[in-house]
């Protein structure tokens, strides 16, 4: 399988917790997002790296959250001190853009469905 | 800032019956406009793109989409619908210019489609 990968598909946690999320972007996808579903809502944009470099972040991406992509390929997303709040999908997503390519296709992994006790 | 807007929750049509999903928008400058499906506990799958061009759009699994400037609309269609098209649907666009560097996508709130055999 070649898509956008993420693990883990689920996890639940408690309370004040920290958890991260993994996404493994499509084979040399240079551009890689992060976006957040709640039920009955469309995905919201969260942060979006090109290459190892974190380029925006949206006012919904508080302290609490952090997202890395240290070597360009792979990253990780990290909640520190979980809320009832933090329930969701957790989407991501990668794409091949370059300046002459600018309206390239976003694919999406599978998510991973956190929920916060 | 640019927003968009699926004015129907649920769309219900009958199997062999056409099919038309409704999205309007609002961003500056030229759009660039998305169709996702999206299916229960799953990622987005991408079906179809507007960037430039012809305003007809042809997509996956025999989707298409038709872009009006002067409407500021870009309805998903299909001729013919099957029980396997019952999911859910999301428009979503970005605004062409790079001048302000974003690249996040922003989506609808959604569109259940049920068909009926």
């Known amino acids: 399988d070649t898509g956008v990968s993420q693990n883990p598909r689920h996890k639940i946690t408690k309370r004040g917790q920290n958890v991260t999320f993994r996404c493994d972007p499509i084979?040399?996808?240079?551009?890689l997002y992060w976006y957040r579903q709640t039920l009955g809502q469309g995905p919201e944009f969260l942060t979006y790296f090109q290459n190892e470099a974190q380029l925006e972040k949206s006012r919904l991406l508080s302290d609490r959250f952090s997202a890395e992509r240290p070597k360009g390929s792979f990253s990780t997303l990290e909640i520190q001190r979980t809320e009832q709040g933090d329930s969701a999908m957790y989407l991501c997503?990668?794409?091949?853009?370059?300046?002459?390519?600018?309206?390239?296709?976003?694919?999406f992994g599978p998510g991973t469905r956190l929920l916060v006790l | 800032a640019q927003s968009v807007a699926q004015p129907e929750d649920q769309v219900n049509v009958a199997e062999g019956n056409p099919l038309t999903v409704k999205c309007t928008y609002s961003v500056s400058g030229n759009p660039y406009l998305f169709w996702y499906v999206q299916y229960p506990n799953r990622g987005l799958q991408f079906l179809l793109k507007?960037?430039?061009?012809?305003?007809l759009v042809k997509g996956s699994y025999g989707f298409e989409a038709e872009f009006n400037k002067s409407q500021t609309s870009f309805h998903l269609k299909k001729p013919s619908a099957l029980v396997s098209d019952s999911a859910l649907y999301f428009c979503?666009?970005?605004?062409?210019?790079?001048?302000?560097?974003?690249?996040?996508?922003?989506f609808g709130s959604g569109t259940r489609l049920q068909v009926q055999p």
């Open positions: 979503a666009v970005r605004a062409s210019s790079m001048d302000t560097g974003r690249r996040a996508l922003t």
């Open positions: 997503a990668s794409s091949l853009g370059s300046l002459a390519k600018s309206g390239e296709t976003q694919y």
């Open positions: 084979s040399e996808h240079n551009r």
């Open positions: 507007y960037i430039t061009g012809d305003n």
